[in-house]
């Protein structure tokens, strides 16, 4: 039987080219080097439509023009070029698939858990004592350092047992980078006996703590896959034996990150540390009837530095004026 013979395609219009840029291509190649005229004659057409299509092929970079005459270069440079050209948009197409790819990422993880939720592999565990809460967080740390942990409290009592018992190993745990605390407290549990200490020994070894007016509940999330729930949502855990529940799903810890981060932006920063002891100073002192210049020679610094200051301290503070500014300041137990 004999074999049909290959019908071998234009290598330019497989590569995009249509008939007429083809056909135009081969009459430079033929001529070797030719005006608009020319090629317009070679190939039966319009000078105008010839010379666009001229334009097409040097931008493509198979021919050159020089002083109103076309070259072709060697078919092997040009094949290059219009290769080389789409290999170029290949990658660059590429590259937009793998952006958009990497900006769904998060909408992938919300599906899987979605999809977990749905399909029952929910975890929950109920979990009983304050040294197992704090222990239980350390253990989960050594598991999956370093932790960021996000918690909320609500009321005095466990403030005052967190200073008390349980700070050091969570601030120890800091220091071997195993987690990093952001805390949310009222600030009314500021002024309790022994806060201000270990507050300032958290921030100082890497965690970070604001207060509001009121934290609506209990709660904690440990890395992106556990959560710590109350017995009921606005309960207080001494009030429970510090019984609470232990919750391993991505959702539930998504929708509390998420809810942290609503509180964690309407909280103020502790008025501690090198910044906010400058505008504690200037608001004390204004307190005690003193003025801009006498503040400044109090304190050793300019009267401009003493405005700034009084500036920082209205801004982070969310106050109106000066006055406003040092009524907010005492309410928060900046001044005590």
């Known amino acids: 039987m004999r074999n049909e013979p290959q019908i071998m395609s234009d290598p330019f219009e497989t590569l995009g080219l249509d008939p007429a840029q083809t056909a135009l291509y081969s009459a430079v190649l033929r001529l070797h080097r030719a005006t608009r005229t020319d090629l317009a004659q070679a190939t039966d057409g319009q000078v105008d439509k010839v010379g666009r299509q001229l334009d097409d092929l040097v931008k493509l970079g198979v021919i050159d023009e020089q002083s109103g005459q076309y070259l072709a270069r060697h078919p092997a440079a040009a094949l ?15 590259r937009m698939i793998d952006s958009a790819l990497g900006s769904i990422r998060a909408l992938i993880r919300d599906y899987d858990a979605g999809r977990a939720y749905q399909s029952g592999p929910f975890t929950v565990e109920m979990v009983s004592g304050a040294d197992v809460l704090y222990e239980s967080v350390v253990g989960i740390a050594l598991q999956t350092p370093p932790m960021e942990l996000l918690t909320a409290v609500p009321d005095e009592r466990s403030i005052t047992d967190f200073a008390r018992k349980f700070a050091d190993p969570w601030i120890d745990a800091q220091k071997r980078n195993l987690l990093t605390v952001h805390l949310i407290v009222p600030v009314s549990t500021l002024n309790l006996p022994g806060v201000r200490d270990q507050l300032t020994r958290l921030t100082e070894t890497g965690g970070k703590v604001r207060t509001l007016d009121r934290v609506p509940s209990w709660f904690m999330t440990a890395g992106a896959e556990v959560a710590g729930l109350p017995p009921f949502w606005g309960a207080n855990l001494p009030d429970h034996a510090y019984n609470f529940y232990f919750v391993r799903t991505s959702t539930v810890v998504g929708v509390l990150r ?20 400058g505008m504690v100073q200037v608001l004390r002192l204004a307190a005690q009837g003193m003025c801009d210049d006498s503040i400044a020679r109090h304190l050793g610094v300019s009267v401009r530095t003493v405005r700034a200051r009084f500036a920082e301290a209205i801004a982070e503070l969310g106050a109106q004026s000066r006055f406003h500014a040092g009524v907010e300041a005492t309410r928060r137990g900046w001044l005590t």
Do not use: C, K, M, N
């Open 80 to 94: 290059g070029r219009v290769i080389t050209q789409r290999l170029d948009r290949l990658a660059e197409e590429s």
């Open 258 to 277: 998420a809810f942290f981060g609503e509180l964690w932006g309407r909280a103020v920063p502790l008025p501690w540390g090198r910044r906010g002891d």
